[in-house]
């Protein structure tokens, strides 16, 4: 996320109307919308290998992965809304065709790069694990195989590192397990 693009505060109906038509994406928290800044070879390509590998593995199953096109929705303790845009996330709940955000998601991926770091380390990790759905959140480095993960265990969440080639990241929750050589295949 960057700066703010204004200071006046929409509401969410106003959001999700804007996002229609905009050839920008925006995150939306709490009436403050921020424009999405693009990424690296490396970032997409961890993104999109972990897309297809789930992909290839939940095809027919009632899990199913969507990319950093849709939005989810986190109800913060404020009570008011933010929308973002995860790199990947994987539902187990239907999701009807027109809906624009999920609020309902059971794995959440977030590649890590230097412009978004600190928000996916920070503010993000705090609005996902109060999603009540959310399983597991994944944070991916994008230069190297290396995820810190977040799982549900009880009432909290317990964090996990993964790192090398020969390691997998194994996610129960919705019948995965992908190893770090296919989600970081070439990336350099």
Known sequence: MALAISDKRIDRDEYLQGELCSEVRHEFVAGNVYPMSGGTMGHQRVAQ????????E??????????SDFKVRVTLASEEDAF???DGMIICEPV????????????ILEVLSPSTRRIDE???LRDYLTIPTLQT???AEQDSPHLTIY????????????GGLEASLELPEAGLNISLAEMYRDVS
Request: charged letters at 25%; glycine letters at 10%; one cysteine or more.
């Open 84 to 86: 973002y845009y995860p």
């Open 137 to 139: 959140y994944v944070m």
């Open 122 to 124: 920070t503010q993000k």
């Open 49 to 56: 290998n972990f897309l297809r590998m789930a992909g290839n």
């Open 96 to 107: 009807p065709n027109e809906a624009q955000f999920t609020d309902s998601p059971t794995i």
């Open 151 to 162: 799982r549900r265990d009880g009432d909290g969440f317990r964090r996990e590192v993964v």
């Open 58 to 67: 939940l095809s027919g199953k009632s899990c199913f992965p969507t990319g």
